[in-house]
């Protein structure tokens, strides 16, 4: 059975760090939170996100805080990822993997129905096996979504030599919990000190991603 790589989009394959910050900074103005730096938020943020509101809080939103908190977000998210693309390289990695005769797939936290078309938008659609994004309320963990996506795909992948690759520490937790490997990604959401502790690989390009993940479920 061939190679499989399960990707994620924001903040690995789509490059949209600016505007997760912005979209970010916007949501914090509605609780009184001032502004955080890029380093800032990458050394705070974790997933489920209502942690991460928790930790700046100093307690955990309310249902009505959260609600606005994550509207806020999305908003100004939109507005603001129009201006983004792909990261450096990306349709080359995803063209060679096919070429050497592995397979991939696209897993996303993102909402399905606003991923799909953008994915297509880029013309990556036939890149994959399969496109998902999240299907119900934001803010929560992968584990749960990557073993419906992989359950999906059935009997075209299997999980041990499936790699997932990623930009933040819940991805790998979500791959180690389906049976499959993880390469966490440094140009995303986590800085590499809150990557390492997870105990899977950790790289700074994509390309080294790809090629890693070879080694490891090839």
């Known amino acids: 059975m061939r190679t499989h790589i399960v990707w994620d989009w924001n903040g690995t394959l789509f490059h949209d760090m600016d505007a997760v910050l912005g979209a970010s900074n916007a949501a ?3 609780i009184g939170i001032g502004p955080m730096t890029m380093q800032q938020y990458r050394e705070q943020y974790e997933i489920p996100i209502p942690r991460f509101y928790e930790r700046l809080l100093g307690r955990m939103p ?3 805080e959260w609600l606005e908190l994550d509207d806020a977000f999305h908003v100004r ?3 603001l990822s129009r ?5 450096e390289g990306v349709r080359e990695l995803l063209a060679d993997w096919r070429a050497a005769g592995h397979s991939q797939s696209l897993l996303s936290m993102y909402d ?21 994004g999240r299907s119900g309320p934001s803010g929560g963990k992968k584990a749960e979504q990557l073993t419906r996506h992989l359950a999906a795909l059935g009997g075209q992948v299997d999980p ?13 937790l979500a791959a180690l ?39 490891l479920a090839g």
């Open 83 to 87: 201006a983004c693309g792909l990261t």
């Open 28 to 30: 914090f103005e509605t």
């Open 112 to 132: 399905h129905d606003e991923l799909v078309p953008l994915v297509d938008t880029f013309g990556l659609t036939g890149s994959f096996l399969r496109v998902d």
């Open 62 to 64: 309310s249902a009505d």
């Open 160 to 172: 041990a030599r499936t790699v997932l690759i990623g930009d933040a520490a819940d991805d790998a």
């Open 177 to 215: 919990h389906a049976g499959a490997h993880a390469v966490l990604y440094t140009g995303g959401s986590h800085t590499r000190e809150k990557l390492e502790p997870v105990g899977v690989p950790v790289v700074d390009s994509l390309a080294e991603a790809v090629e890693l993940a070879g080694r």
């Open 77 to 79: 998210y939109r507005e």
